[in-house]
Structures are given as C-alpha cells and as structure tokens.
C-alpha cells in the first residue's frame, strides 16, 4: 500500500523512567547507563533540574551525582532521552529458527530452564563442546545412574558429597583406580622395617606393634613400648626368648670389685678397684674398703651406691658389716650399717630401691645359714629380716630384674623372691652343675660364671639353667658384674693359684666368654657390683 509522507511507524516505542528512593544525599545510581547528564532528564518535585556541574546534576554511567543533597520528603525520578523501548512483541509461535542469525544467541541470553517434557529425542549427535558450569545447579538432582556408561575418569573433578553416594555395591566399581597421593591417609598400617641387623633401644618407631625384620638371621621384632631412647623390641618364632630393652637402673657402665684374698699367708685384702665396663682394658684403683681387709665377701648396688656386705676376715672372725661407696665419686668406701647375722660367704642382689643379701655361714654356729637380710640402699642403717632360703647354703650368688631376684650357686639349687615383697624363696630350677663364681645379667637374663661352664636362667621365668658357653680357663671363686650388655668375671683362682684375669661375655648372646683385661691385683674370694 502506498503512503503519502514518512512511512508510517511498524511498532511504538516510549522512554524509560526511573523512580528513585529519596534520601538526604547527593549520590544515586541509575538503571541504565548514561554517557553523560544530557541522555536524562531529572524531575525533583516534579520540577524539571538543569543538566551540568554547573547547575542541578551530573551522570556517567549509572553514576548520578546532584549538586545539592536531596530531603527524604523529596520525590525524585528521571526519564531517559537516549533510550526507546519497543512496545510491540511478536505474536506467539511467530519466530522461527530461520528468524536467528546462527551464532546470535550466547549462553547469556538463555536464562531460566527448559522443562524437560520440551526435550525429545536428544541423541549423543546433538551434544557437542562443553556446557558452562553456570548451567549446572550446585547440587545434581538424585537420578539413576544405570543409563551412564563408559564415563571417563577424566570428566570426573571435584567431589561428591556424601549424602549423593549411597547402596554402593562392588559390582559398580570395575576398573583400577588412578593414581593418588597418600598424604593425607592417617591410621594406615605400615610395613615392616627390613634391615640386615637388630633393632636397638635408641630405633625410635612411631608406633607400638611396629615390626621389624633382620634380613640376615630371618628374626622378627616386634616393639611393645615406644619410650624414645629406651624402646623395647621382642623377637618371635623361634626367638621368642629374646628381648631387647634398656638395662635395669639398677647396673651402670662403672664395675667395681672389692675385697677378696691375694692367697698369700692372711693375705685379706680391702682393696676397691674398678672398670669401664664398655671398654676393654685393666683395671683402677678406686678406694678401700671401710672395714677390716675381708674375703668371701658379698656385693650389690642399686645403680648409683655399691654394698660389700659381711665377710671372714681372718682368726676365725667372720664380720658383720656393710661398706658403701658413690659409684661415680672414686675413694674409699664408708660404714652403712650391720647385717643381722655375721656371716661369710652370703649372695646378694638389688633392684634401685632395695639391697637383698641370703645365707652364708656363720662361726657362732659353724654352720650354714639360710637368713636373708635386706636393706634399703639410699638411707644408710641396719639389715632387716626378709625371710629364709628353701635350705641354709653359702658361697650363692645373686642376679635379678627389678622385680625377682634369684640366688644361685653352692649347689644345683636356685631359689627366687620378690624383692619387694618380704617372705621366704621359692624353688626356680636347677643349674647344669654346682659351681662357685659370679653373676652378671640384663634384666632379662641372668649368667653364672664359673669354672668352665656358664649357665644362663630367663629371670622372669621359673625353670633349670642352660649351658651358655665357657670359659676360657677354669676360674673358680671369682665375681661378676655387668652393664646389661656386657657381663665381667674378675680374678678366682686356677688350679689353686690366685689370677688378676677379667673376662666377658655379651649377656644377650650365648657363647664363650673373651679377655677383657686384668685386675689392680690378683685374688680370689672377692665380689663385683656396678653402676653409674
């Protein structure tokens, strides 16, 4: 149709207006954006404002600044010059896709959500690059997942609350899972330690039950306490025997003997002298003894203060008295106090607190004596009676753990108490011979030296002696001492001649015993302690 003038109008448009919120202020933000205060116009109480910094407003952007700070009893709106809205929409079902321009809409315009009865027949052809994660609620609606297969683990980031995993069963998890760090896991098992030698005190695991195995013997190790530097390991199978663990407070790295006879014509002698137990070597001069020059003589300590107790000291004079010294503080040694019986030839042992010395023989009776007497090691006074032995005996010898002490020698017998606890022995065992010599033990077992044989006992547990090793001369009426690792026997006598020979053997590893060094002196009838 033909028109006379312009062509006449397709749709209307009118101008946008904002209505503002009045407050005292000068600053507003607009709807639209603006270039500059002339695009609008601005009405305050309907009165129309002059644009300009000059005079009533300026804008940029949706930024409108007045020049004076309106009153919250003010109305205030604006019209925009610049901007004409279409007033006419297209019908419905109007538009076609032959309408849009390929490549015209952009993930921006396609807001809202598309109901799922207006998507049919979606094949894979359809769905190609990848949907903005904008698209996504936060959280995935339950839905089934039978219809999902061969998703790559690749298109898998993120996580997955727990409250979308459930009724998971093994049948729906095939495949290897990628590779993952595990610095994170807590509570996890770790494998044993393989290493070509044994555990010591000072390997510090991280946990009790840590194993450890030596890859040269096959022996296994299992620790059940994991105090740092004093860590002990148990060993299993066949080794079940074998412990490793701190040694006793109660011994030290310094052994000292004292007393004994040199063999000569009332050759009795006081003489204190002393090792480092660690180092191979002779012996020093520590000190002397408090009382008279005595043999058969017995010694204890408790780790910190040695004990030579009783004794014979020549004329048919046995004697009653106990000596002590500071183990660490060389010289000579000073009167403790008395046992309850004189006697020569008692066995004695300690634990940190508590000094335990049994039998002997006794000259008021001319006969062997089956007393124990204790004493406690850091206060300074008389024996008390603890108990009696199974049966009267002298020249014993004691070894033992803190809790058990065990009395050995003169005879096959072995008799046992707590030390703690008064009352009388108790039968342990039997040696593999009767012997006269010295023991020395680590807390866990205890060795009798003597003769040609040493025997050794599990202290913790009652049963006969086994054959340890030999050794390497046929010494009788010696002493021992030990450090827990190593365990000394001092001087006795060969084929009736006094020797000044120290021996040792490694407590924890049966064998025959090896030089050491020798004594300030040689004699026999003497006794050994040790400490720090």
Not at 426 to 449: E, K, P, Q, Y
């Amino acid at each position: 149709m033909a028109y006379i003038g312009h062509t006449p109008a397709e749709k209307y448009v009118s101008l946008t207006t904002q209505h503002f919120s009045v407050t005292a202020t000068t600053a507003y933000t607009l709807s639209n954006s603006v270039t500059n205060e002339n695009e609008i116009a601005l009405f305050i109480n309907n009165v129309r404002q002059e644009p300009g910094g000059s005079y009533a407003y300026t804008a940029a952007g949706t930024t409108l600044t007045l020049s004076a700070a309106t009153a919250g009893t003010d109305t205030m709106y604006c019209v925009y010059l610049g901007k004409a809205v279409g007033t006419i929409s297209p019908p419905d079902n109007s538009v076609n896709s032959a309408k849009i321009v390929d490549g015209s809409i952009t993930d921006g315009d396609l807001a809202g959500s598309i109901s799922s009865a207006k998507i049919t027949s979606l094949d894979a052809a359809k769905l190609t690059g990848t949907v903005a994660d904008a698209r996504f609620p936060a959280t995935l609606p339950a839905s089934s997942g039978a219809n999902l297969t061969a998703l790559p683990a690749a298109n898998l980031t993120g996580t997955v609350a727990d409250a979308r995993i459930s009724a998971l069963t093994a049948s729906k998890l095939t495949g290897a899972l990628p590779a993952i760090s595990g610095a994170s896991l807590t509570g996890m098992a770790v494998g044993a330690t393989v290493n070509a030698g044994n555990p010591t005190i000072s390997t510090n695991p991280t946990s009790v039950g840590t194993e450890w195995i030596n890859s040269t013997s096959g022996e296994i190790w299992i620790c059940t306490d994991i105090t740092a530097g004093e860590n002990i390991w148990i060993s299993t199978g066949t080794h079940s025997s074998a412990t490793i663990q701190p040694s006793p407070a109660f011994l030290g790295g310094r052994g000292l003997t004292g007393g004994g006879d040199t063999n000569a014509a009332g050759a009795y002698t006081n003489i204190i002298d002393y090792v480092t137990i660690s180092t191979t070597g002779d012996s020093t001069d520590f000190g002397d003894l408090a009382g008279p020059a005595r043999d058969a003589i017995d010694s204890t300590s408790n780790g910190t203060r040695g004990l030579w107790l009783g004794g014979y000291q020549g004329s048919s004079t046995v004697n009653n008295q106990i000596d002590y010294v500071t183990i660490g503080s060389v010289g000579n040694a000073t009167d403790f106090g008395d046992l309850t019986v004189a006697r020569q030839g008692p066995g004695g042992c300690s634990n940190v607190t508590r000094a335990v010395t049994s039998g002997g023989y006794a000259n008021s009776c001319s006969c062997a004596k089956d007393e124990i007497d204790y004493v406690t090691v850091a206060s300074a006074g008389n024996a008390t009676d603890f108990g009696n032995l199974t049966a009267a005996r002298w020249g014993n010898h004691g070894v033992a753990n803190e809790t058990r002490g065990c009395f050995l020698g003169s005879g096959v017998d072995i008799n046992y108490v707590t030390i703690a606890s008064t009352g009388n022995a108790i039968d342990f065992g039997d040696l593999t011979r009767s012997a006269d010599g010295g023991c020395a033990g680590n807390g866990i077992r205890g060795v009798l030296m003597a003769g040609t044989t040493i025997d050794y006992i599990t202290i913790a547990t009652t049963g006969n002696a086994t054959d340890f090793g030999d050794l390497f001369e046929n010494r009788i009426s010696g002493s021992g001492c030990g450090d827990g690792t190593k365990g000394l026997y001092h001087g006795g006598t060969v084929s009736s001649t006094t020797q000044n020979t120290i021996d040792y053997i490694t407590v924890a590893t049966t064998g025959n015993s090896t030089n050491f060094g020798d004594m300030t002196t040689a004699r026999y009838s003497h006794q050994s302690c040790s400490g720090d």
